[in-house]
């Protein structure tokens, strides 16, 4: 089964801060996936990578498929990026992170 | 765009009741998956399926069964709800891959068994 961590579990930031997020997994994957999920509200996927690094707005997804690690990037981070983001480990189904809970001060 | 829309957006139901837990989405996903969301356990799959009147169990399948009988709609049930089933509940779908496809959630159903 695969084992997936993510870092840090809380991120308190500033305004216009640079940001990433770890995720760690313990067995080859197919594909690895970033959610994101606002309080109160549903979960909206950002990102679904099997190699290198996707770009969308100000965000960044990275994979290092032989360090079996990917990281989650926000540039020029704003209040409204505040929300938890998930990273998911697909092989014959998902195995998901706990999740870090990010806060963005303005 | 994309929609997965589940029935209730909060239950409150007494423990022994048969609770239904509908999803129906409205892309031809063949994907469905049923998670369970808790503090501090993240998401946790409960069952899931990749064709009609299919399923598979998940990691924590025990009280629960899914029905799937046309390829948009994915049913829980919890056959005689329990206090420790009080939970957020959300259904995603994806196009049909083994290796998982990009995953559209619904916006869950927080469910307290009382």
């Known amino acids: 089964k695969n084992e997936v961590e993510q870092s840090p579990q809380n991120l308190t930031a500033q305004e216009g801060e640079f940001i990433t997020i770890n995720c760690s997994y313990s067995?080859?994957?197919?594909?690895l996936h970033w959610l994101q999920q606002h309080p109160g509200g549903g979960i909206v996927s950002l990102f679904m990578?099997?190699?290198g690094k996707k770009k969308h707005g100000r965000l960044i997804a990275t994979i290092n498929i032989q360090e079996k690690h990917s990281s989650l990037h926000i540039t020029a981070s704003h209040p409204r990026d505040s929300a938890v983001y998930i990273c998911?480990?697909?092989?014959?189904?998902?195995?998901f992170g706990k999740g870090t809970h990010l806060i963005i001060q303005p | 765009d994309v929609k997965v829309t589940q029935s209730s957006r909060y239950l409150v139901k007494r423990t022994g009741e048969k609770v239904f837990l509908e999803c129906v989405q409205d892309?031809?996903?063949?994907?469905m998956f049923w998670y369970r969301q808790d503090p501090g356990l993240g998401l946790r799959l409960i069952y899931f399926?990749?064709?009609?009147?299919?399923?598979e169990k998940g990691d924590i399948p025990e009280g629960y069964s899914v029905s799937r009988e046309k390829k948009e709609r994915f049913s829980l049930i919890l056959e005689s709800a329990s206090t420790n089933q009080t939970s957020m509940y959300l259904c995603?779908?994806?196009?049909?891959?083994?290796?998982?496809?990009?995953?559209?959630f619904g916006s869950g159903t927080q469910l307290s068994v009382l």
């Open positions: 995603a779908s994806s196009f049909n891959s083994r290796a998982g496809g990009k995953l559209f």
């Open positions: 067995v080859g994957i197919s594909a």
């Open positions: 990578l099997s190699s």
């Open positions: 998911a480990a697909s092989l014959e189904g998902l195995t």
């Open positions: 892309m031809d996903h063949e994907n």
């Open positions: 399926s990749y064709d009609v009147k299919m399923k």
